[in-house]
């Protein structure tokens, strides 16, 4: 299922649902000409983006209602280039606590089945500042 939010930027990149629990989040990333580097390999900064949708998804599944989560601190170690793709991320839970969730999130370059990147983000769980509920995306 391809991941479209109407209006935003995400809408015109490849994202794609693969799997969304509670548990775990898993999207691709399909790889195309103009999202490469000058290597030919996906460019580092769609790998961060697509490591920090997967794990926000995920991190706001553990918030309390009316509560959002946004992203305090990200880690990645870029191991291998994604040449032919697509990117999957997989994130999971490390800790879901009530001010910090910290998630792991492995990317993968399917064709070639290796392990491309390892990321640890830190989501800070921020209440409503209106007492309303939280913003929507436009």
Do not use: W
Not at 32 to 44: H, K, P, W
Not at 56 to 70: E, F, S, W
Not at 118 to 132: H, I, N, Q, W, Y
Request: overall charge negative; hydrophobic content about 50%; aromatic content about 4%.
């Amino acid at each position: 299922m391809r991941v479209t939010i109407p209006g935003h930027l995400f809408g015109h990149l490849p994202f794609y649902d693969v799997l969304d629990t509670d548990d775990t989040v898993v999207l691709d990333l399909h790889n195309r000409a103009d999202l490469v580097n000058i290597r030919g390999a996906l460019q580092g900064g769609l790998v961060a983006t697509l490591v920090d949708v997967a794990g926000g998804r995920l991190a706001i599944k553990h918030v309390a209602a009316g509560a959002t989560a946004g992203t305090a601190d990200m880690s990645i170690h870029f191991l291998a280039p994604i040449v032919e793709g697509p990117a999957r991320a997989t994130a999971t839970v490390v800790r879901a606590g009530k001010r910090l969730i910290v998630v792991a999130v492995d990317v993968v370059d399917l064709t070639a089945d290796r392990l491309a990147a390892r990321a640890t983000l830190t989501f800070a769980v921020m209440e409503p500042r209106d007492g309303g509920q939280p913003a929507t995306v436009p």
